[in-house]
């Protein structure tokens, strides 16, 4: 059973903090991905990975950058939070592109 | 890069009617299209997906539909029952996922 894992469900951050989430999967998957979810806008790739230290921009990076240091973790850094960052965060991750991506529960973050 | 739509945006059913949602995709590429639900509070899960060298699939209650002339996709629910009621995301990937927007599907008992 594929788990993802997200380090924190709820986060509250003042604007101008540095503030890194968290992914974890324990499928040996090479593929993961940061989304953001927001009401009438489904879901957006942030960044996603396709191996370690391999990084790739998805439709909405500004603002965000990433980190892959080791296959199983996946980490979300925003640089300086604004309140347009209060969102949803999704992790998700999968052995390929042309198959099911899992997801983590989600981090919701209020950035006041 | 790609472009999903999706419609409607929300659809209320009766018990027991089918409900169907549609998205229509832009880059000829693309050729995996699967199909997520989200309940409240929880994580997307796939329900169905389908590939392009194939032009319906179904499972019990779940049908998708692919029409890659056209470039559009659709979900089918029949026999709905209140459990469906969730969000349902379509995505098409060539060499990277496009979600749509959502649909918040509502079952009547």
């Known amino acids: 059973d594929v788990k993802v894992t997200q380090s924190s469900r709820y986060l509250v951050k003042r604007t101008g903090e540095k503030v890194f989430l968290e992914c974890v999967q324990d499928m040996d998957h090479e593929n993961m991905f940061w989304y953001r979810q927001d009401p009438g806008l489904g879901l957006r790739l942030i960044y996603f990975?396709?191996?370690?230290?391999?990084?790739e921009k998805g439709d909405i990076p500004e603002g965000y950058s990433v980190s892959r240091e080791k296959k199983e973790r996946f980490s979300l850094i925003l640089e300086s939070a604004s309140t347009n960052q209060t969102s949803m965060y999704l992790c998700?991750?999968?052995?390929?592109?042309?198959?099911?991506?899992?997801f983590g529960p989600g981090t919701r973050l209020t950035v006041t | 890069g790609e472009n999903v739509e999706q419609h409607p945006s929300t659809l209320s059913v009766q018990e027991g009617d089918s409900a169907v949602i549609k998205c229509t995709y832009s880059d000829s590429a693309s050729n995996y299209f699967p199909w997520y639900k989200q309940e409240l509070g929880k994580r997307p899960q796939l329900i169905i997906d389908i590939r392009s060298n194939v032009g319906e699939k179904k499972d019990q209650r779940i049908a998708v539909t692919l029409n890659k002339t056209a470039k559009h996709f659709s979900l089918h629910i029949t026999e709905t029952q209140p459990e469906d009621s969730a969000v349902y995301f379509c995505a098409a990937s060539a060499n990277q996922f496009y979600f749509g927007t959502g649909t918040s599907l509502t079952v009547i008992p």
């Open positions: 990975s396709y191996d370690v230290k391999m990084k």
């Open positions: 998700a991750s999968s052995s390929g592109n042309k198959y099911e991506q899992y």
